[in-house]
């Protein structure tokens, strides 16, 4: 897992994590968030955009209530999730976590 420079600051910035954490942050936000197949409604239209206004290669997770933005594996950036798709974000968990992925029933 690649952090950016870029990404480094942000994530202190934005998320106050010290530098010992932000690799594990970025790695966990990777593995665990939610991706773009696992939302719906507004939610998927945001990611759409985001996808969109990123270009080619932009692989987006959301951990938190914070938005991630990788290339590949590389995470490039970090921003604060908007506050109207929280409830969404909400819905999606529940969702993902009783559908027997994550081993839960």
Do not use: E, M, Q, W
């Given at each position: 897992m690649k952090v950016t420079d870029h990404a480094k600051s942000r994530i202190k910035e934005r998320c106050g994590?010290?530098?010992k954490a932000i690799e594990r942050?970025?790695?966990?936000?990777f593995e665990e968030g939610i991706c773009h197949n696992?939302?719906?409604?507004?939610?998927?239209?945001?990611?759409?955009?985001?996808f969109?206004?990123?270009g080619r290669g932009?692989?987006?997770?959301?951990?938190?209530?914070?938005?991630y933005i990788f290339?590949?594996?590389?995470?490039?950036?970090?921003?604060?999730?908007?506050?109207?798709?929280?409830n969404a974000v909400s819905k999606?968990?529940?969702r993902k976590m009783g559908d027997g992925r994550n081993g839960i029933e």
């Open positions: 994590l010290p530098k942050n970025a790695k966990i936000a696992d939302c719906t409604g507004r939610l998927r239209k945001y990611i759409d955009y985001l969109l206004s990123h932009a692989n987006i997770r959301i951990h938190g209530n914070y938005v290339s590949h594996t590389r995470l490039i950036t970090v921003f604060l999730l908007p506050n109207i798709y929280k999606t968990i529940k």
